[in-house]
């Protein structure tokens, strides 16, 4: 068992790592710092916990998180994880950030895609970028993990076959995303509303979503060369799931079987991957509730472009389920401890 | 391990009892038997089971259900299932029913409210009603279990304290209960279709539904007399849940503080209800995807009445959940095994 | 053509009144007052509205509403109207109100519920419950209308006849309601959020909210005794509509089709009233997006009791329709001039 | 005032038909012709027209149609529009066929797409492409419309004003649709129930969608040369809507405003067509309910890159509305008679 703290426990990503962590063998929950909520029981504010995690929320105490917690996620807005992270970090503390603050390589690129400094970059070089299937290698070695965005980790496991494979114009990527609305977090703003966004579709940050960043980092990475993309998303109205359908011009002639057998290939082993078989597709409700992805490919021999569907849980593999994997990771655990729940489809 | 067949494993109620299998450590799936799926894998018909249950779905065949499984699930339709439990049962099975055929004490309440006869009312007399909180005694001397309704477990939970503590007038009960639409099943109804039960709520069945009966039997028999009551059932535009809103004229003058006493010493140890402090009420969000009962009471003293609500996953402790409880109960497992998922809220 | 100014049309009531004036062949719209868009254009804040009305959102000046308008609805918190009608009043204008301030004939009973001294009683004195259908007579006398709330339409409509015609106990009337999530507004309050609100539902305010007094007031009147009774309002995942159960103990044997009959008679003539033939009942898709009223009876003759269902759409009859009907009736337009919509269903 | 009957009055396309018409100051319904509900009243079959459309469903007699009307609306399935429709038409009706079987200029285009023979290919050279926006002028001359598919109005319109520019690669477009479940129809078709749809996303008929080639067919006719492009359906959890997000690689170096400039060039005068300024862009509920076209542009100038998104309510610009239009053409009416409801919103 571990002890540990989760700071900005009372938004959707925070409180789901803390649902995800009343399931997990090994973990104990010690401390939930939230500002907004400090001195009432975590259950009070969410009382799907009642009787399960009554633990009092308290403010920020950096000494007291260090003496009384080995782990802590941070599910704080970015801005805000980096003004706390190194302090904690000091302390020895292993730290999982679900912000984009420790996402990146290359700090100019934070510093453009977020406008603003980022005041810590000798920790950037100390940090990993927690794609589990990506880096699973590298994450063991380190104690600062940068936990990927919702809308990147669905973009980057649908290209990263592709590009690893040079199967793909890389210059005509276009990932048109649709997610739910818990991913725009508990804000108290005009667009949450449930009468502004049921019934209804909407894109937002058409060529500016900062997660473009995230997605060019890492598929350049694969690629060895940079890679600029085009990255649309847009709120659905349904809680959870982020849905991106990835388009890319074919720079060889290959079939869909080939492509789905690359899939196969790239995600060999990996236990929260699915690759579909040629004529089915995932759909949200194939992987809500779960840590699972869900990838599927249409080769459009007409066009020569080949078009790619992937699935994830938001909150879960596209927040806190992939946070509580490189728990598992960084802490010698089985990957996939406290993350076998099956999907919900219902 | 126990092996385990489920007929009627691709309805809603019967793939639920799937899903919670996959994750209860005692329990092992052989059988899954689908007349309109047989010999398609079940993760074909219900994609989030892809890897974690890929069985194929077979037609029914009692003496193979019989080498190879010790216990049934039946989520047949009521009447299907009292045409195979007969057969199950001479093998000495254990069943436990998911239908209304082996919920009655008295063969011709089932009759009058199914209007149809009972071919089998011998097998009433051996099997119990597995609402587990009023029956857990009992349950484990019988090995055909007639697992409640969703609307029946819901109503009765709310109500049993009351009635057992003569708080209220028995005529004078009224259950408004609302259910989201898996309780319809997945039945090729038009009622069912997305656009003709979104963004609406209707009545039905009003003063006739079934459920009625259970209700009152359960109670009845808490209160050593014959209790009717009114049950008005409504379809709400979610996909799980079902609260109820009870009312009743208090029969002596008791304060909100001592209903909710009495509701916590009637279920003292019972780890999967909740009963609410004074001031605050269950939503069902609180305990949706898990087998928790939420339970709050109102005393109106203007008006000298009394208001409880309940809430349940229909799906979970409404069926499923209530069925691997029972399960858990005649095997000799913890109550709770497999069943303590935290709820999900999102 | 009558010049008309909304106050507080940014809300979703002040909105619905500007939608529905947009399609009224005798309105012309020249103010839109709103504190919070000042300014802006009203087609900025709801681009629905783009190309059919761009009117600048205003401040508040009594003068110049004076001048300029005719008529005005009135679509603020209540609270807030009453500091505002007094002047209005003064100037001649015309005023339909859809707060609770001018709902009462009993300064005591909105100072009891409303919590808040009522600082213009000579004023309630000269305005008139606009529930049209039954107050047609004289509301064209009045030039100030409290228009009714959403629950209470819905509910007292569904009760009038069985109170009129002496059919139930006034003492065992329960009112179960369910409403839209438009009915709580367009206010940042955590609990409207989408996340917050879909998939789920819950009870508020049970025995204490407001819209209670109102019920009881013009039921009381219909009476001629004072009438106190259960109303539960519940939030549903949906945007438009309430959905009122209504249950009463039967005073004397009245068959189903006695007590439908009593309905008809009782609303002969009136255009938005739907009474359901027997074995038929209303849903709110029936009625969603128009000023109509469904309303459906089934007599419990095992209990002795009535079960009557009405629906409405609470934006339209609810609120903004009803206030069209009313400025229709004090402007001596036809009752259903601009309310001819024929319900969405989809 | 004009008599119509509506064949096929019983689907989701065609009761919109009929409720548009209710409020169609010059039409006439005097057939509903319905094979399922032969001899119902449609205000049975949907009750939001109780009262205001009580017509009996009646079976297809081609002479009694011609008889009692002068136009017809078909919404019957593509290949059953086909087989009807020649007889129709030689009674010398006036026809608008909300199929997809009179689309098209070339039968070889339909035959392939559709995968079956086209009986009439003859009176496809008697019928014209019934997008307004487009071939208003020519509309007048015929008495047989091919009414354009939802996802096909929605997506040509979007791209229309870039083709005619000469402003993009036209070998480079990518379309990637939304829309609500009412596309899916009435049928008893399991993915269409609730419970399968809501909550959830999908991607169908990749590569492969029909609407691809009627997008194709007037794109090229714009381009003069042609046009082969990618089309990606997805299913969205709500009722009424597409949303179709639209990307091409820009041809010559336009700015924003220029593309914007172009888009409000080209669909001068016309009354549904609303383009967004710069830095806003539509979404569904701001035109649901209503015949309006919702345009948007944003220029990608890191990719050189044109991102359109486009919005209309299926049902009504998408199928119904466009009818009602066509029909307006056709008869001399304006163009935007009975069709100037405000869009919801709410």
Redesign the interface.
């Known amino acids: 068992m571990i002890n540990i703290g989760i700071l900005g426990g009372t938004g959707?990503a925070g409180?789901?790592v803390v649902?995800l962590l009343?399931?997990h063998p090994e973990a104990n929950i010690v401390r939930i710092v939230s500002q907004s909520f400090e001195g009432k029981k975590i259950s009070e504010v969410?009382?799907?916990?009642?009787?399960?995690?009554d633990i009092e929320c308290s403010k920020l105490d950096i000494d007291d998180i260090a003496e009384s917690c080995e782990l802590v996620f941070t599910a704080l807005p970015h801005g805000a994880s980096k003004e706390v992270i190194p302090s904690l970090y000091e302390k020895g503390l292993k730290i999982i950030d679900l912000s984009g603050d420790f996402r990146y390589n290359d700090k100019d690129v934070y510093e453009k895609w977020y406008g603003m400094p980022h005041d810590c970059p000798e920790l950037l070089e100390k940090s990993v970028y927690g794609l589990c299937e990506l880096h699973r290698d590298e994450i063991p070695n380190y104690s600062l993990i940068g936990n990927p965005g919702c809308y990147t980790t669905c973009s980057i496991l649908a290209l990263a076959p592709l590009v690893k494979n040079n199967m793909i114009d890389n210059k005509?990527i276009?990932i048109?995303a649709?997610s739910?609305?818990?991913g725009a977090g508990?804000g108290?703003?005009?667009p949450?509303?449930?009468?502004?966004?049921?019934?209804?579709?909407?894109?937002?940050k058409?060529?500016t979503h900062r997660h473009t960043s995230e997605i060019e980092q890492e598929l350049s990475l694969i690629a060895g060369e940079d890679i600029?993309?085009?990255f649309?998303p847009?709120l659905?109205?349904?809680?959870?799931?982020i849905?991106a359908?990835c388009?890319a011009n074919l720079s060889k002639p290959v079939t869909q079987d080939e492509v789905i057998s690359a899939f196969k290939k790239f995600y060999d082993g990996d236990k929260f991957i699915?690759v579909y078989e040629s004529g089915?597709?995932?759909?949200?409700?194939?992987?809500?509730?779960?840590n699972y992805v869900g990838l599927g490919a249409?080769?459009?021999e007409?066009?020569n472009?080949v078009?790619v569907?992937s699935c994830i849980d938001n909150?879960i593999k596209g927040a806190a389920g992939q946070a509580v994997q490189n728990m598992n990771l960084i802490c010698g655990f089985d990957e996939d401890l406290g993350l076998?729940?099956?999907?919900?489809?219902?």
């Open positions: 959707y409180i789901e649902r009343t399931m969410y009382p799907n916990l009642k009787g399960i995690c005509s276009i048109d649709k739910g609305v818990t508990r108290l703003n005009l949450n509303l449930f009468c502004e966004c049921t019934e209804t579709m909407k894109a937002y058409v060529a600029m993309l085009s649309t847009h659905a109205p349904m809680k959870r799931g849905f359908t388009y699915r089915t597709l995932p759909e949200i409700k194939h992987i809500a509730g779960s249409v080769v459009d007409r066009l472009r078009v569907v909150l076998k729940n099956t999907p919900m489809y219902l």
